[in-house]
């Protein structure tokens, strides 16, 4: 009985182990495979990451400078992030909502000194 | 004659968590027949096997299932190993026995909570999936997903855990360990859970052998056959001996899953304690398998079977897997037959903690 | 190449020494089937206190093989799935699932007899 009165007391005074979750959210781990980005600047379209890609979930075109991510494929193993020459693909611990929109980096074409000719791009289409 | 009449059991139930379909045929209460209708979800995955390269597979096969997935992904590098004549580092062999430990640990929480759901003891469901939780918690920081590990590699693991974090792990299980000592007695003495599962689903050892019955089943029946004690990974270098009991029914089956969680947590802090420096993957540029080979390794649901044949090129010719419930299926329609009808979820079926997406693949 | 250290045997010898590997206290741990260039290639894999024994089968195409479910109980789901999977012949089985055990009516009958990359089958 006395041991009964010490839970009641000990459940009545203690907070719920669980999170309210919309308003308190608990962080990733910082190496949690949450998201993969694309930092179009240093991509060289070497079609690595395609080639490597487990589900296929990346098309890099070389002549159109493009680089397509369908997020709904992708099942962010790393493997991309692992591979690319230029490191440009990094991992985010957050994860992404899931979506049917596909992710296309452009990168404009530069003269070859380093300037760029025109302004790269992050469509979502 | 009594009047015969078939319930179709499944593929939605409350107690499952996946899709399986039993055919019951009832006499009155009883079953008399359970005949299991598979194929809900049945993906080709060994199929696909055949058309990615073999690095890639260790992606796919890891996702064959959700619960025991880096079981899948240590079996099937292994097999790769052996083909490539590949020594993985010391170090790579210990964290795989800590990861394969922690996945045994959350599969088997997750089993009792769904046993404890499915017997109406709401609250202890509770108290076992807020344990699993901590468990969860410790494989994102070591690994960095909850589910799908993604840490197992040809070759080694991909990503080490370094000292620091190992301890914070280990202070954690130690407080999973406790939370556990709190719950186990419930399920262990609790009279209702012992009138609700003592003496029911019966399988002997003579017939756990026939039945071909693995894993935790068959340890339940008196049968000392645990993958582990082949030595893979780390296990060679461990102390620890199989978890048998004699009496062969549901409540074996209980006691033996939770003294394993007691000893997955001994086992983790032993590979720990044992943890060797050096690098944690090898290099396999150029390597390509070539030849046929079998490997098994323990899973939480008991011995998982790969046959892999390779033709010395990057794509794989056959891989083939036999995963656990797929050979404790029979033994459960063992056990289904003659049981009353309010069993044969709660009980006879979780006993054996089904797995379909690893039966069907 | 690593072979595996398989007993190749004939069609006829197959319920023999499956008879022997059971009356000695054998388990089956599964039958895997696989393509070869002609026809296909049943592997039987035993086990008994941890050590693996296999039994090689060579097929022509269309050949029958016989079930050991009698003998082996838990025989028959794999026979069940290599006749869904790749069409073997199975005869003698008691809980036959007529070449459906995974697939549905509408799907491709033996997904798995072909190479990949040879889609639309049938
Ligand atoms: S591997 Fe890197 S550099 Fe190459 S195409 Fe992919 S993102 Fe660009
Ligand atoms: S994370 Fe994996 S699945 Fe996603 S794009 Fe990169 S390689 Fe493909």
């Known amino acids: 009985m006395l041991e009964m ?17 919309p308003a308190v959210q608990r962080e990733p781990f910082p190496g949690t495979r949450g998201h993969i980005r694309m930092d179009s600047d240093c991509c060289i379209f070497c079609k690595r990451c395609e080639i490597h890609c487990p589900p296929d979930a990346i098309v890099v075109d070389r002549q159109d400078r493009t680089w397509i991510l369908d997020p709904n494929r992708c099942i962010v193993c790393g493997k991309c992030v692992e ?13 992404r909502a899931v979506t049917r929109v596909r992710i296309r980096e452009i990168r ?18 | 004659m009594r009047q015969r009449t078939v319930i179709p059991f499944g ?31 049945h993906r080709g995955l060994e199929k696909l096997a055949e ?5 890639q597979n260790v992606f796919l096969i890891e996702r064959l299932c959700g619960i025991c997935s880096f079981m899948h992904a240590l079996c099937y590098c292994q097999g790769i190993e052996s083909l490539i004549g590949l020594q993985v580092p010391d170090r790579a062999r210990f964290l795989r026995t800590i990861w394969a430990e922690l996945a045994r640990l959350h599969s088997h929480h997750l089993w009792l909570g769904l046993l404890a759901d499915a017997l109406g003891f709401e609250s202890l469901f509770m ?53 556990l000592d709190q719950i186990a007695p419930v399920i262990l003495a609790e009279y209702t859970v012992k009138e609700r599962t003592a003496n029911l689903g019966i399988v002997t050892k003579e017939q756990a052998r026939k039945l071909g019955a693995v894993g935790p089943v068959a340890r339940a029946s008196g049968i000392a056959m645990d993958m582990r004690t082949l030595g893979y990974a780390a296990y060679g270098d461990l102390d620890f001996a199989p978890i048998v009991e004699e ?5 074996a089956r209980i006691v033996v899953r939770v003294k394993e969680m007691y000893q997955s947590f001994d086992l983790i802090k032993q590979a720990a304690k044992r943890m060797p420096k050096g690098e944690h993957a090898l290099p396999i540029k150029r390597l390509l398998p070539d030849g046929e080979t079998v490997v098994r390794v323990e899973q939480p649901r008991g011995e998982l079977m790969y046959y892999i044949r390779a033709n010395g090129s990057k794509k794989l010719e056959r891989v083939r897997v036999r995963t656990p419930t797929y050979a404790n299926i029979p033994p459960l329609l063992h056990m289904l037959t003659g049981a009353q009808l309010a069993n044969v979820a709660a009980v006879a079926v979780l006993s054996i903690d089904p797995c379909i997406s690893c039966v069907e693949r | 190449m690593r072979e595996l250290e398989a007993i190749e045997i004939g069609v006829d010898q197959l319920l023999g020494e499956a008879h022997l590997l059971a009356q000695d206290g054998w388990r089956l741990v599964t039958i895997t089937c696989a393509r070869s260039e002609d026809g296909c290639e049943v592997i039987y894999h035993f086990d008994k206190d941890l050590k693996l024994k296999h039994l090689r089968l060579q097929l022509a195409l269309e050949q029958e093989v016989p079930s050991i479910m009698p003998i082996f109980f838990p025989a028959y789901l794999a026979e069940n799935e290599a006749m869904n999977l790749y069409g073997l012949r199975v005869t003698g089985l008691n809980i036959d699932y007529g070449g459906r055990l995974f697939t549905t009516a509408e799907a491709p009958r033996h997904p798995m007899a072909r190479p990949a990359g040879a889609r639309g089958e049938e």
Do not use: W
Not at chain 2, 51 to 55: G, N, T
């Open chain 1, 5 to 21: 009165l010490g839970n009641v007391i000990k459940n009545t005074l203690a907070t719920p182990a669980t999170r309210r979750f």
């Open chain 1, 83 to 95: 591979v690319c020459p230029k490191d440009c693909i990094t991992m985010f611990p957050h994860h």
């Open chain 1, 108 to 125: 404009g074409e530069d003269d070859g000194r380093g300037r760029r000719l025109e302004p790269m791009a992050t469509k979502e289409e």
């Open chain 2, 11 to 41: 593929p939605q139930h409350p107690v499952f968590p996946e899709p399986l379909q039993l055919k019951l045929h009832l006499e009155e209460e009883r079953v008399i027949e359970a005949i299991p209708v598979l194929g809900y979800v």
């Open chain 2, 51 to 55: 058309q990615k390269d073999f690095v």
């Open chain 2, 127 to 179: 108290q076992v999936f807020r344990n699993r939780e901590i468990i969860m918690d410790v494989i994102e920081a070591t690994t960095g997903g909850r589910m799908i590990f993604c840490s197992c590699l040809i070759g080694g693991v991909r990503r080490d855990i370094p000292n620091d974090l190992l301890k914070e792990t280990i202070a954690r299980l130690d407080q999973a360990e406790k939370l």
């Open chain 2, 247 to 251: 009496a062969g029914d549901c409540y």
